[in-house]
């Protein structure tokens, strides 16, 4: 096997195919990633969500003024102290209806002292209200749909989060299944080497002999030493080749690039898949999430377009009010006359506002219709690659039994050559470079052997990786 291979390592650690898999998909860089952007896209939507949350506000204050005078009796300086109190609460609604609800109690005791007439006195005084207000727009503002695009418009980004995440951890679990494998055939490459190596250097001993004995011209010698160079040199290519592909499956599992990997499953007999393009193709297209991705975008896009059309509309809102005061030297007397309803106050009223130019309304139509399109663009070319994808993986594997049975059978026919060739040399019937190139033909079999499995397991994992189901 590859036993050299594992000296340069000071561990080894046994991954299984299910291990390496579930590994990619936790620990992958892409994937932490896409799942902090779920993460961020949570907190937007929770953002998005208190613009319609009722808010109460509470304030107090202690106060005190001295003034000064003149009146008909002469000068008189005055003092004033007191307390003011508010509460409010405001409820903002996705209808475009605002209401608000506060009370107020402000308590003001004012002494006046005449100077002249040697005289003090005061009024003191209790002003309590309780006020009700309503706001509703009439045009641009009404729909539910344009006051709530900033809740939607999150909605959507946390779908399109997850969806990409989704498809990151479907790109980091095939980057891996590919490493997988990949790094099994390369594997499979440097025992093929090392077969191919043991087999020349016997051949370079028979011929060696024969050469001594007069049965082979001397320049047949060195015709095998230059192949066995040649099987040398291929063995360092494949050892190195074997390292890279150990190190790429180790840097997308996280694990050490110092730890030898031993691969703990075999290469599987893939399942049949459908022959029928069309259908595999269309369940890729429905399922994938990238697809899925893009489809979130657009309809964000589309939503964005009409919020922005609703925009174009001038602002028109209608308001009204009620308010019951109570005025009182007590505050239970004012509150007393606030619940009489002695005093009422009330108001409607209206406001409008039109932009002569509206530029940036028609601005902003502009960019979002823009916007659209790109995103209808970007999910067509997306489609077509996907469904190219899928439909060149369907071909794949609806050839690729048919590819292993033909290496098998170059195989088989290559290591009869090969026996052949022996026997012939054996004989003095057949040259030296016949036999070196039947042990090249059978080391090239061996690796299109190995190749054709490999590669039939690669298609339907791509096909089951653009499906979503990895």
Same mark, same amino acid.
């Given at each position: 096997?590859?036993?050299?291979?594992?000296?340069?390592?000071?561990?080894?650690?046994?991954?299984?195919?299910?291990?390496?898999?579930?590994?990619?998909?936790?620990?992958?860089?892409? @994937?932490? &990633? =896409?799942? /902090?952007?779920?993460? #961020? *896209? +949570?907190?937007?939507?929770? %953002? $998005? !969500?208190?613009?319609?949350?009722?808010?109460?506000?509470?304030?107090?204050?202690?106060?005190?003024?001295?003034?000064?005078?003149?009146?008909?009796?002469?000068?008189?300086?005055?003092?004033?102290?007191?307390?003011?109190?508010?509460?409010?609460?405001?409820?903002?609604?996705?209808?475009?209806?605002?209401?608000?609800?506060?009370?107020?109690?402000?308590?003001?005791?004012?002494?006046?002292?005449?100077?002249?007439?040697?005289?003090?006195?005061?009024?003191?005084?209790?002003?309590?209200?309780?006020?009700?207000?309503?706001?509703?727009?009439?045009?641009?503002?009404?729909?539910?749909?344009?006051?709530?695009?900033? @809740?939607? &418009? =999150?909605? /959507?980004?946390?779908? #399109? *989060? +997850?969806?990409?995440?989704? %498809? $990151? !951890?479907?790109?980091?679990?095939?980057?891996?299944?590919?490493?997988?494998?990949?790094?099994?055939?390369?594997?499979?490459?440097?025992?093929?080497?090392?077969?191919?190596?043991?087999?020349?250097?016997?051949?370079?001993?028979?011929?060696?002999?024969?050469?001594?004995?007069?049965?082979?011209?001397?320049?047949?010698?060195?015709?095998?030493?230059?192949?066995?160079?040649?099987?040398?040199?291929?063995?360092?290519?494949?050892?190195?080749?074997?390292?890279?592909?150990?190190?790429?499956?180790?840097?997308?599992?996280?694990?050490?690039?110092?730890?030898?990997?031993?691969?703990?499953?075999?290469?599987?007999?893939?399942?049949?898949?459908?022959?029928?393009?069309?259908?595999? *193709?269309?369940?890729?297209?429905?399922?994938?999430?990238?697809?899925?991705?893009?489809?979130?975008?657009?309809?964000?896009?589309?939503?964005?377009?009409?919020?922005?059309?609703?925009?174009?509309?001038?602002?028109?809102?209608?308001?009204?009010?009620?308010?019951?005061?109570?005025?009182?030297?007590?505050?239970?007397?004012?509150?007393?006359?606030?619940?009489?309803?002695?005093?009422?106050?009330?108001?409607?009223?209206?406001?409008?506002?039109?932009?002569?130019?509206?530029?940036?309304?028609?601005?902003?139509?502009?960019?979002?219709?823009?916007?659209?399109?790109?995103?209808?663009?970007?999910?067509?070319?997306?489609?077509?690659?996907?469904?190219?994808?899928?439909?060149?993986?369907?071909?794949?594997?609806?050839?690729?039994?048919?590819?292993?049975?033909?290496?098998?059978?170059?195989?088989?026919?290559?290591?009869?050559?090969?026996?052949?060739?022996?026997?012939?040399?054996?004989?003095?019937?057949?040259?030296?470079?016949?036999?070196?190139?039947?042990?090249?033909?059978?080391?090239?079999?061996?690796?299109?052997?190995?190749?054709?499995?490999?590669?039939?397991?690669?298609?339907?994992?791509?096909?089951?990786?653009?499906?979503?189901?990895?």
């Amino acid at each position: 096997m590859i036993l050299g291979l594992a000296l340069a390592h000071a561990t080894e650690t046994s991954l299984s195919f299910d291990e390496a898999l579930t590994r990619a998909g936790a620990e992958a860089p892409s @994937v932490l &990633s =896409a799942r /902090a952007d779920v993460q #961020g *896209a +949570e907190g937007s939507l929770l %953002a $998005a !969500r208190a613009s319609f949350e009722p808010s109460l506000s509470l304030t107090g204050s202690y106060f005190s003024s001295a003034g000064e005078g003149q009146f008909q009796f002469g000068e008189y300086t005055s003092e004033t102290t007191g307390i003011s109190t508010d509460a409010a609460l405001s409820v903002p609604m996705a209808t475009g209806t605002a209401l608000g609800l506060g009370f107020t109690a402000n308590q003001s005791d004012t002494q006046f002292k005449i100077s002249e007439l040697d005289q003090e006195f005061g009024d003191p005084a209790w002003d309590s209200k309780l006020a009700f207000t309503l706001s509703q727009a009439l045009l641009q503002g009404h729909r539910l749909a344009y006051n709530l695009q900033g @809740v939607r &418009s =999150a909605g /959507a980004a946390l779908a #399109g *989060a +997850e969806w990409t995440a989704v %498809a $990151a !951890r479907q790109r980091a679990v095939g980057d891996a299944a590919t490493a997988y494998w990949t790094l099994h055939y390369q594997r499979a490459l440097v025992d093929i080497a090392e077969q191919s190596r043991e087999a020349t250097a016997e051949q370079a001993r028979v011929v060696t002999a024969l050469v001594e004995a007069g049965k082979l011209a001397p320049v047949e010698r060195t015709r095998t030493e230059a192949a066995l160079a040649q099987v040398e040199r291929a063995k360092i290519d494949a050892e190195a080749a074997a390292m890279a592909a150990e190190d790429s499956l180790a840097a997308l599992v996280g694990l050490p690039l110092s730890e030898h990997i031993v691969l703990a499953t075999a290469p599987p007999v893939p399942p049949n898949i459908p022959a029928d393009e069309d259908a595999v *193709a269309a369940a890729v297209l429905d399922t994938n999430p990238e697809i899925r991705a893009a489809k979130v975008a657009l309809d964000t896009r589309e939503l964005a377009v009409r919020n922005a059309r609703h925009a174009l509309l001038p602002e028109l809102s209608a308001t009204a009010g009620l308010a019951l005061r109570g005025y009182e030297e007590s505050f239970s007397a004012s509150v007393d006359e606030l619940a009489a309803g002695d005093l009422p106050e009330w108001s409607l009223g209206g406001s409008l506002s039109l932009p002569l130019l509206n530029r940036a309304d028609r601005g902003a139509l502009g960019q979002a219709e823009g916007s659209l399109a790109r995103a209808e663009a970007d999910l067509a070319a997306l489609r077509s690659a996907t469904e190219q994808a899928a439909r060149a993986a369907v071909r794949t594997v609806r050839s690729a039994r048919r590819n292993v049975e033909l290496a098998d059978l170059n195989l088989r026919l290559a290591e009869e050559t090969l026996a052949a060739e022996r026997a012939r040399l054996a004989e003095g019937r057949s040259l030296n470079k016949d036999l070196i190139t039947a042990q090249k033909d059978l080391d090239q079999a061996r690796a299109d052997a190995e190749k054709a499995r490999i590669d039939w397991v690669l298609a339907v994992i791509e096909i089951e990786r653009l499906k979503g189901a990895l």
